[in-house]
């Protein structure tokens, strides 16, 4: 009955006797190591993992313990990584369970889903604050207005200017982080569509020392979008690329399928991957993990708000930026799915 359980698991999972003897090993362990589970019985640890052997050995453990990053030759000679969770067990043997899970499978999950909660509390965190700050601003630039029409002092009218254009600035930037309150606009179309309008836009402000470079997976069938949202996207990530490389460099933009990808809790059988890579300098390693949060720039100019729009609408076709940046080589993921429950609410909006 247990043994059931195990041989269904996807998770590859393996039992160690007290003398470092494997056991028993399930399905999911075998293909994960490239051996045969029946014949792989009564083999020491050790020739498999010498590392988990060497910490079992010396420290006999006694608690659940997490090894990270354990080499692994497979038969077939392929190299792999894992993470290997030792928990010691009383039945049906005194040994250890030995989970083993592939380094950089854990890697990806974990940092998608570490971007995706990211984005979801830092979006409402500046959709409430946008919201909060906007009442009271109204009542203070309407106040200042009144104001105006009782003064008759330019010295103090010039005061109360500046209220009323200060105000207005503030609050047409709320009102881009809050987004506009359009309707989705949800047509079938072809992803390569939407990034020839990018790049003819682009071409025109193109300074002379950056060569552009398509790379199209021409098969890509079409999918539901919304082309304007997208394409905003695609130019938010252009313009940033072309920033980065101050006049010269090579901005590529790739398209690839991707077959079975979990995005968001969600497997997708087929997922666009759209790449915008530059050669520019790099994102700043300070600032990697909060590119996606609004108002994070480097630029005197900037508005820190192109890439959680970006992140933002791509999230709403089911989808997900990932970026990946060292200096001279900047890649932009963007995964799109191709089915994908369309939402209606709060379209574009931060
Ligand atoms: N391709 C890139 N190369 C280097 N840094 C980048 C790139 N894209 C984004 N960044 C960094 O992320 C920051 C945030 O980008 P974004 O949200 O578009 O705001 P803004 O462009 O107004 O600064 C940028 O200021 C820059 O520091
Ligand atoms: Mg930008």
């Known amino acids: ?34 051996v045969s589970v029946r014949r792989i019985q009564g083999t020491p640890i050790l020739s498999l993992m010498p590392d988990v052997d060497a910490q079992l050995a010396m420290h006999s453990v006694q608690q659940s313990l997490t090894l990270h990053d354990i080499p692994i030759v497979r038969a077939d000679n392929k190299n792999l990584r894992l993470t290997c969770t030792l928990t010691p067990v009383e039945v049906p043997v005194s040994g250890w369970v030995l ?31 946008a919201h909060e700050i906007k009442n009271p601003l109204a009542g203070i630039s309407g106040s200042a207005q009144l104001l105006a029409r009782q003064l008759s002092s330019s010295r103090q009218l010039e005061f109360v ?4 254009k200060e105000t207005t ?27 020839e309008h990018v790049t003819q836009v682009v071409s025109g402000q193109l300074p002379e020392g950056i060569r552009l470079h398509k790379d199209y997976d021409p098969s890509l069938p079409e999918f539901v979008m919304d082309f304007d949202r997208l394409v905003q996207v695609f130019l938010n990530l252009a313009r940033n690329a072309i ?60 508005t820190g708000l192109g890439l959680p729009i970006a992140q933002s609408i791509v999230h709403q076709h089911g989808g997900l ?13 963007v995964f799109l799915p191709l089915t994908h429950e369309k939402e209606n609410n709060d379209w574009g909006s931060l």
Request: charged share 20%; net charge negative; hydrophobic share 45%.
């Open 243 to 302: 920033d980065a490389m101050h006049g010269a460099g090579k901005l590529t933009i790739r398209t690839r399928i991707v077959h079975k990808m979990t995005l968001g809790n969600k497997m997708h059988p087929l997922v666009v991957a759209v790449e915008v890579c530059d050669t520019g300098e790099g994102i700043p390693p300070e600032l990697i993990d909060a590119i996606f949060l609004p108002m994070i720039t480097n630029k005197s100019e900037g």
């Open 169 to 195: 600035r503030l609050n047409n930037l709320l009102d881009g982080m809050l987004g506009g309150n359009q309707p989705a606009h949800w047509v079938t179309h072809n992803i390569h569509a939407v990034l």
């Open 161 to 164: 200017d500046v209220i009323i």
């Open 99 to 129: 989970e083993m899970t592939p380094r950089d499978r854990f890697d990806r999950i974990s940092q998608e889903e570490a971007l995706w909660a990211q984005y979801e509390a830092s979006t409402l965190l500046a959709r409430n604050l």
């Open 321 to 333: 930026i990932l970026a990946e940046s060292q200096k001279g080589n900047t890649v932009f993921r």
């Open 1 to 34: 009955m247990h043994q059931e359980i195990l041989e269904s698991l996807e998770t590859a999972v393996a039992l160690l006797s007290q003398d470092r003897v494997i056991r028993y090993m399930n399905p999911a362990a075998g293909e994960l190591l490239g």
